[in-house]
């Protein structure tokens, strides 16, 4: 079961780097920043106490509210959803995110 699972792995990785534009793979790298640091940060919630909570709550929620935010642009700016978004431009789409 095991070399399943590393070959379904391997499979993903390899057709994730050849076929993935390289603007999708920035902001992938993004999410991932940012789901580790909302992690880290509700780890060291658990562990060490919530003293400060409304910086925690700060904190997390911001993280939330900015993967929320990475993922419709990523949705948007997707070559794969063109169709959905048809009068939205990656350019525009990146600019009404800011």
């Known amino acids: 079961m095991s070399a399943s699972v590393v070959f379904v792995i391997?499979?993903?990785l390899e057709e994730y780097?050849?076929?993935?534009?390289?603007?999708?793979?920035?902001?992938?790298a993004y999410l991932l920043y940012i789901l580790l640091t909302g992690a880290l940060q509700f780890g060291y919630c658990l562990l060490v106490g919530t003293f400060p909570f409304n910086s925690f709550l700060s904190g997390f929620i911001s993280c939330v509210g900015s993967f929320i935010l990475a993922v419709c642009l990523r949705i948007q700016i997707n070559?794969?959803?063109k169709a959905d978004f048809q009068g939205i431009s990656p350019e525009r789409a990146f600019a009404e995110l800011r």
């Not at 780097?17 to 992938?28: A, G, I, N, V, Y």
């Open 79 to 81: 070559p794969q959803n």
């Open 17 to 28: 780097l050849s076929t993935t534009p390289q603007r999708l793979k920035l902001l992938d």
């Open 10 to 12: 391997s499979r993903f």
